[in-house]
């Protein structure tokens, strides 16, 4: 039920939740901090997100799937900050510091263009499988690939 009633329904070309509460482009762009969970960290420049990027899913943060290949920064902070609140004890990569986490961002927004450029090819019918956001997308290929290249033993 849960689920259900955060998910996100596209009507009239407007984000709608489940609450009925509407984010319209201007909403989504009026940034601000007052929310923000301790822990959150924002990429150099960046003022803060709406409060609707906290309160999605994990990695359902509201018009990710619209964000274009190069976007401006401003349209992939939302889905960085839904990431970092999210994903929870599922991350595996070193908590940010303020030294990282602009190194994170440039990271996760790579994989947000991977996503959304497999998700569009899976609804033009040119794939099989859909793609979303997990632990991985702020992930350099040296941490990543324990987890791709075989067995991560255990410490003894």
Known sequence: KQWYQRRVAITAGKEMFGDGKSLSKKKLL???TDH???GIHLPTGMKGVPEACIDAEFGESPAMEKIRRGGKD???V???VNFQHGVGEDKVSPPYTEETVDMRFALFKQCVDEV???NKRFRAGE???Q?????FCDLTD??????????VMPDE
């Open 127 to 129: 794939d099989t499988h």
């Open 74 to 76: 401003k349209f992939y």
């Open 142 to 151: 040296e941490e990543r690939r324990p987890y791709s290249n075989g067995l």
């Open 36 to 38: 923000l969970p301790t």
């Open 131 to 135: 793609a979303g956001i997990n632990f």
């Open 116 to 118: 959304n450029k497999q």
């Open 30 to 32: 009026k940034m601000t």
């Open 78 to 80: 939302c889905a960085f």
